[in-house]
């Protein structure tokens, strides 16, 4: 028997391995991103079956066996049962765990990432918020908390102050002024309440983060500076991107 670790995590991937079983990205909470396999976990009735699959949040135990780790059991916490109710809701909670994927590091302690994963999963099925809001809220913190926070004070090529409106460039890395914008091809306007809705994502306490409302210009703006973001950081196109396109989410030339 190889060596065995407890831990506790969410499956943000898994993909079919063979006949049978799965492989599965595992976000940990002091391990950081962990490929495991779970053997028998596509076949129904197996244990592991009802317990390998993408969005659980779980208590499991690995064992280490020529190079990989091999689930051998696992314990549900939470199932996140309400995103699998809607569509909309599934496609935006699958762009938010392939950025956890993404975003996650080996063998890194990542409390700050499956927090607010966790806490952005329970918001985004909450019928009283949107869920692309709330999917973009993840995304753009996520991002921030990673080292990688957009300038959102100045004006990233000449320093000028940027107290209200701006533009913002997502390859850049944030706020242009109104002169600089012309040297961005990518640079967009970024409306005041877009800023503010900015500035309060990026430094408001992650445990009243999700809870806001916000218009649909918003929404907008704000998806799509992050998305654009997102893409110069991961370089390729996500497959739950592509998911969002075909349920008519994001516009086919966004
Ligand atoms: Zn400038």
Redesign the pocket.
Known sequence: MGRTIKTRGIIVGEAPMGEQDKRLTILCEDKGRLSAIAKGAKKPGARLASQAQLFYYCDMMLEESRGFWYLRESSVIESFYNLRQDIQVLAWASWMVETARELAVEGQDSKELLHLLLRGLKMVSEPMLSPRMTATTFVLRALSDQGLQPEDQR??????PLPREAFVSPSAGGL??????KAHVDGMALSEGSLYTMRHILHTDPSILYKFQASAEIQQELFRFTRLYLHNYTQREMSSLEFLRNLGEIPGNR
């Not at 004006?155 to 000028?160: A, L, W």
């Open positions: 004006c990233i090529d000449c320093g000028r242009v002024c109104e002169t600089c914008v």
